[in-house]
């Protein structure tokens, strides 16, 4: 079987590890030749990228290992970009979280003025890192699950149109996996409908591969627990915060019980029990960087310290194979179908052609095809349209520089009250990015 060169860019981050031992793990399906960790922040990536070179050395010493911040020493000769990087790093994450929330709106990650804020940041960066990628191997791929994905995937089709970027989120691939639980089925066994953009959308149909529909049996379920199950038996999305979100989906589907929801949507349609939620002094980055980032990083210490990873293994991100199963479905054109973020063009039928949006597609060695969807209802639709105009919003105001655009996409996303808030929102947002957003006028 071939094997592979890959780069993971965002060496230095808490997901890397996880992924190198997922990686590890499926050498079977998905052959190594080599494997490089590429970040712009040498400091930090070194603690995790010397801890793996101890792994690698340990589990897979045929796998030629190293980690750079020179960009033609991490993109020459490479067949794969797993891309995760995220611009400003937790000390960013923070500031988008709290300074919505002293506003009294939604402070998220991905979702509202955060997400926004997020995205200005990320663009940049993510065109500049595809233009290193196409400069030293044309021909390879970038899998980018970096945040925030709608916008970063917007950006990508005005600016990059024609590169061979996929985007991919891992929120529908975990709560697929809850839903399997839910009907004692695995989730290979599964295939589905959904329609939406990312981090906003609904499944149509959850089928086993001999066609039985089990909508209604989760809908039943989804409606008294939300996506709470008691079979959980990863480590993903766990923390308390997580599992108050699993549960919210309750309230969700109550909405429209035809459907089953994204998780993210309680963002958009509880933004008030989200903020009052909320503590404004401890987000979710606090919890990650006393959570996952403290685990990760120490466990990396541990390792280089006893200079062996015997009695001290990273956990494997398992959730995360979906990257590997993209990686091979390129690679061995394996027609799989999984989902994806994509040009609309016609796949929903009622939808602009030109959103991005997150459904089913066929993917092979030429990239996705995404599977029709059809006519979608009145409500979805408006939703939609409303969400999608602000990430269309954010990469005109970022690429005119303009801040009437941004002021816009603020007004317009469904998280924010009015003008005004948004207005002073922005005001906040743009002093604490200085240096990273693009200058407003
Ligand atoms: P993190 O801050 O721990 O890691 C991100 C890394 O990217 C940092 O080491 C940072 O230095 C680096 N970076 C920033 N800008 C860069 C650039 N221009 N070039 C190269 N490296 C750069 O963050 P994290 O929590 O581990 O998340 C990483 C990304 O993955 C985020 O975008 C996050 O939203 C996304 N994400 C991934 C998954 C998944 O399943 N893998 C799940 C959720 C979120
Ligand atoms: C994380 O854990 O940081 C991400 O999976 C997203 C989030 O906010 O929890």
């Known amino acids: 079987m071939k094997k592979f060169s890959v780069v993971i860019a965002g060496g230095g981050s808490t997901y890397t590890p996880g992924i190198v031992m997922m990686l590890l793990d499926n050498l079977d399906r998905f052959p190594l030749r080599k494997l490089k960790l590429y970040d712009n922040d040498a400091e930090r990536q070194a603690i995790l990228g010397e801890a793996l070179d101890i792994v690698l050395k340990e589990k897979a010493p045929d796998i030629e290992f190293s980690f750079t911040t020179e960009p033609e020493e991490a993109f020459t000769d490479v067949d794969f970009c797993f891309a995760h990087i995220r611009t400003g790093k937790y000390e960013m994450r923070e500031k988008d979280e709290k300074i919505p929330l002293k506003h009294g709106v939604v402070g998220q990650e991905t979702c509202g003025p955060g997400g926004i804020a997020y995205g200005m940041r990320s663009i940049g960066d993510m065109i500049e890192m595809i233009d290193l990628m196409e400069k030293y191997s044309p021909d390879c791929w970038m899998l980018n699950y970096s945040n925030p994905a709608a916008i970063v995937a917007e950006a990508c089709r005005v600016l990059r149109p024609n590169s061979k970027v996929l985007n991919i989120c891992d929120m529908p691939v975990g709560t697929l996996r809850r839903i399997s639980h839910i009907i004692d089925k695995e989730p290979q066994d599964l295939e589905v409908r959904y329609f939406g953009l990312n981090h906003f959308g609904w ?34 999305h766990t923390d308390a915060s997580w599992q108050d979100t699993h549960k919210k989906a309750k309230d969700l589907i109550a909405i429209d019980p035809r459907f089953l929801p994204n998780t993210y949507l309680k963002y958009y349609l509880y933004p008030d029990y989200v903020v009052e939620h909320s503590n404004p002094d401890h987000t979710r980055a606090n919890e990650v960087i006393a959570g996952r980032e403290k685990t990760v990083f120490s466990m990396a210490r541990t390792i280089v310290e006893r200079g062996t990873s015997e009695g001290c293994e990273f956990e494997m991100g398992a959730h995360a194979t979906f990257v590997v199963d993209l990686a091979r479905a390129i690679a061995f054109n394996t027609h799989e179908r999984m989902l994806l973020i994509v040009e609309n063009n016609g796949t929903i039928a009622n939808f602009d052609d030109d959103a991005m949006v997150e459904v089913p597609c066929i993917v092979g060695s030429d990239g996705p095809e995404p599977l029709s969807q059809g006519k979608i209802p009145e409500f979805q639709r408006a939703l939609m349209y409303q969400q999608v105009t602000v990430e269309k919003l954010v990469v005109q105001a970022y690429i005119e520089g303009s801040y009437q655009k941004l002021w816009q996409a603020l007004t317009l996303s469904k998280t924010v009250p009015s003008a005004k808030v948004a207005k002073e929102i922005l005001d906040d947002l743009i002093e604490a990015n200085k240096g990273y957003w693009p200058e407003l006028n």
């Open 203 to 236: 499944w149509t149909s959850v089928k086993d591969k001999e066609g039985n529909e089990y909508l209604p049996a989760i809908r039943d379920y989804v409606a008294e627990h939300g996506y709470l199950t008691q079979k959980e038996v990863d480590t993903q």
